[in-house]
């Protein structure tokens, strides 16, 4: 029996544009950005938020993580900042609230910094969960799901190339063109959410790659990993082409160390129940964001680990 080969899980480090400035000001994050590319970090990712009502205690997921009155630079303005100065490191949204703006802006915003980083942009796209935020952009909260995938359908038409005409409820384009077009032949776009009927459509249709839900464990992911896959494969595409991002914790020693043996057993169980990029927010490695040489020994040490994890994989599989 020939061996399993998988493609090799990568890391993404979670970089936080938003909340109290930091000493030294913003541009820490492009420190930031070299620190974990140095270190071997696959990507980074950046969130998104507009505008903030006033609910923050809404947030369906945990404790949000500022008042609505702090700071949220805008991502893709900061990963394009970030492309000027890294070379390798992949440029990821996490999420983008797609429908916040207006299908052609993004197309053109997207297809430039791809152009500018030499063709690394992988877009995570959601529906945002605030009905103020949606609100400020004219989007009702009902219709946000039907405004997140009329946006992506209208963003890949028309990065095509072609003249594009769109005829949507919430997008409607007659025969214009967008260039430049993306630096990839396609850009890879990675829908967040639960894995409901219309998700599953999306990501086989649009997408490239899943980010479910906060929360989401090992044993709750592999049966949609599974789901997820035989539809792509229905679809005539290859399942093992896509990305499916998880939140991974680190375990740490007594000292606070990161216990390596430890990290390594739960990014293996990441990876058995089927994520492929594993997601660790910066800080979690540092508290002061101008620690550059402790983000880069983290990081380096998160690679190992994830390697590690890999390899066990690989070896069981055999």
């Known amino acids: 029996m020939r061996p399993v080969t998988r493609p090799r899980p990568t890391l993404t480090i979670g970089l936080n544009p938003f909340g109290a400035r930091p000493g030294g000001g913003w541009r820490v994050l492009l420190d930031q950005a070299r620190a974990v590319e140095e270190a071997g970090a696959d990507r980074v990712v950046v969130p998104d938020h507009v505008v903030l009502g006033p609910r923050v205690g809404d947030y369906p997921w945990g404790t949000f993580p500022t008042g609505p009155e702090a700071d949220w630079l805008e991502p893709l303005t900061v990963l394009t900042a970030m492309a000027a100065v890294t070379e390798r490191v992949r440029l990821t949204t996490g999420v983008l609230v797609a429908p916040l ?126 789901r997820l896959r035989t539809a792509v494969a229905a679809a005539g595409r290859d399942p093992d082409g896509l990305t499916i991002r998880l939140p991974a914790g680190v375990v740490r020693r007594a000292d606070g160390a990161i216990d390596e043996d430890a990290t390594t057993d739960r990014f293996g169980d990441l990876l058995a129940a089927g994520a492929t990029d594993l997601n660790v927010n910066s800080r979690t490695a540092v508290s002061d964001p101008r620690d550059l040489a402790t983000l880069r020994r983290e990081v380096a040490v998160l690679r190992r680990c994830l390697s590690d994890a890999a390899a066990r994989r690989d070896r069981t599989d055999r």
């Open 101 to 226: 703006r207006p299908a052609a802006v993004l197309a053109k915003t997207v297809a430039t910094l791809d152009v500018l980083s030499d063709g690394r942009v992988d877009l995570g796209v959601g529906t945002g969960w605030q009905p103020e935020e949606l609100a400020a952009a004219g989007v009702p909260f009902a219709e946000r799901g039907a405004a997140l995938t009329e946006t992506v359908a209208a963003c890949r038409a028309l990065w095509s190339g072609e003249p594009t005409t769109f005829d949507g409820v919430h997008v409607h384009l007659d025969g214009v063109w967008c260039a430049p077009r993306p630096a990839q032949e396609r850009l890879p776009v990675w829908f967040s959410g639960t894995l409901h009927a219309r998700n599953l459509r999306r990501i086989t249709e649009l997408g490239d790659g899943w980010i479910p839900i906060m929360g989401t464990t090992p044993d709750a992911l592999r049966p949609d990993v599974d």
